[in-house]
């Protein structure tokens, strides 16, 4: 889960922190951020990119449910996880990659959760990733250009794409190698950088000098 980012609303100032704390230390998240009401959730979700939101049913100045509803409502699909003590009556329309966990709850369970939450997320038609002039669908493995124009991907140069993206800094060869390969010592950074190469022929105007996909300080990055 290295580079994902989170967005916990939750009024319980001990719980906010605890489960901040567990996801950083446990998933290695980039980034978690918190938010204490549906006000101060709603303005951080409107102005940030995250990968997964987790949502206290019952909030000081609304419901979970209810901020939900309003962020789908404005193209927010980012997989959510409600928790609380039953699973809110209104949960069932919110739509999206949306479940419930009821309280008092593991951390060990609710990290198993969002790590299922954002897996079923990432292969659903509901991820839309922007990467430069390109709407990416890692589901359905193509590129969408301002023009309409649909670049195809093959499986690993679809999985570099989404982990680059994911990860919002340089990723080192043999961490993306890992990522993308798995351990397989028959795959070398050699077998990496061709497909970058190849990768790079679809999306780069010019694929010598690559503005999107870059060679950086021992590795890669994605430029946004």
Known sequence: MAGRRVLIVESDAVLRRSVAEQILAQEGFATVETAAQVAEGGTLAAAKRYDALIVAAALPDGTGAAL??????????????????????????????????????????????????????????????????????????????????????TEKEASILKFLYRAGDVVAREVLLHEVWGYNPAVTTHTLETHVYRLRQKIEKDPSNAQILVTDTGGYRLVP
Do not use: C
């Open 68 to 153: 939900l509803r309003r962020l789908r409502a404005e193209g927010v699909m980012w997989p959510a996880l409600i928790i609380g003590g039953e699973p809110p009556e209104d949960a069932g329309d919110i739509g999206g990659v949306t479940e419930t966990l009821a309280k008092p709850f593991r951390i060990a369970v609710l990290l198993q959760r969002l790590r299922g939450l954002i897996r079923t997320f990432e292969n659903s038609d509901d991820a839309v990733l922007t990467i430069g002039p390109y709407t990416f669908q890692p589901a359905s493995k193509h590129l969408v250009e301002n023009d309409d124009r649909i670049v195809r991907l």
